[in-house]
C-alpha cells in the first residue's frame, strides 16, 4: 500500500502498520548510503522501527524562464543567491501590458513554499518534529517571511495578484512568468514544454541554504494474510529493475543513487540542462513533514486562511504570524 509522510502518523498512531525493521536488516545493502538515500527511511521510521520501502524524493527548487532572464540582461543565479536576489531578478523581468505583461515570479504561497523560506531564516513551525508541544511560527523569521511574500505583490508589484494570476492560463508554464518555486514532480510534466527554455535552480539563501524533501512510501497493513509477500513486492520498489523504471519515468528522483545519478535520469528527454539539482539539493534538504496527528488540521486551519489574508493585503505579516501560531497551538493543545 503507497502511503505520503502527512499520513503516517495517523497510520502509525493507529498502530495498524507492520514493521519492517527485520526485513530491512536482511536486505543487501538497503541500509548502504553509498548505494541508497537512506535518510529517506527516516521518514518512515518510528520508535526505531522502519515501516516502508522510499520509491525516491522530490525536493523544492526555483524554476526559471531562461528566455525571460536573457531578455532581462541576467545571468543564470549563483548557487549562493539570496531571495533579495530574487526579488532584484523579478523586478528586471516584470513589465509590458495587456497579453504582453510578465511578471517576474509567482504569488505562489502555500505551505511548502514559505516554509523552506522560513527555514533559510533560520525559523521554524514548531519546537520538534515529534510529539510538537509548541507552535513557534511568533517569530521575526516568520514575519520577515510574510514580508517577503506580501511585499512581491503588493510592495514590489513583481508577482500578480489573485485577479492578475488568473490572465496567466497555465502559471509559470503560459512562459510569461520568470520564476516560481515549487516540486521537482513538476519536471515531469514541465519537460514536454517546447514554447520557452527554461531550467532548474537551488533555492535561494538567508541565512543559510534551505529546502525541504517528501518521498511516497510503501507500507504493509499488519492485517496482511502473507507478509513475506507483500514485502517481496515493497523491497521489489527499491530494487535495480523497478529503480531504472522510475528512472525513465522521471516523476521521482531514484532513491538508489545508481540510477538517480545516471544517464537515464538525469538526461531524461526534455529535462532542463541543471536536472542534477534534484539530487544535489538532497544535500541540506530536510523533510517537510512533522509528526503528529493533526498535522494535516493545522496546515488546512491555521495556516492556510492567515495566508489568504496575507496574499491579499486584508493582514499584516505581524498579525498574520501571530494568528498562525495562535490558531496551531490551539489545535495542538486539543
Known sequence: MRTGTQFFPTLWADDVLLPLTEYFNVEENFLDDSHYMTELFDIYTMDDDMFATVIGPNVMAAYLNMDMLEAAGLEYPAETWTYDDWVAMAQAMTGGEGIDRTFGSTNAYWWMVWQVQLWARGGDLFDQVYDPTTCTLDSEAMVATCRWHQDLVHTHKVAPTAGEAAGFEGGWNSGRIGMEVTGTWAVNARRKIDA????????????????????????????????????????????????????????????MLKWSNSPTFLELEGAPPRHKIRVDAMSYSRNRDFYFAQWTEVRNKAFNPEMDKLMTGEQTPEDTARNMAQKAQEILDG
Open 196 to 255: 520557452f527554455n527554461w531550467d532548474l535552480a537551488h533555492l535561494p539563501q538567508d541565512m543559510h541554504q534551505a529546502t525541504s524533501h517528501l518521498a511516497g512510501g510503501i507500507v504493509i497493513p499488519k492485517t496482511a494474510r502473507n507478509p513475506d509477500a507483500a514485502w517481496s513486492h515493497a523491497a521489489y520498489h527499491i530494487k535495480d529493475r523497478a529503480q531504472e523504471m522510475y528512472a525513465m519515468d522521471g516523476l521521482n528522483a531514484p532513491i
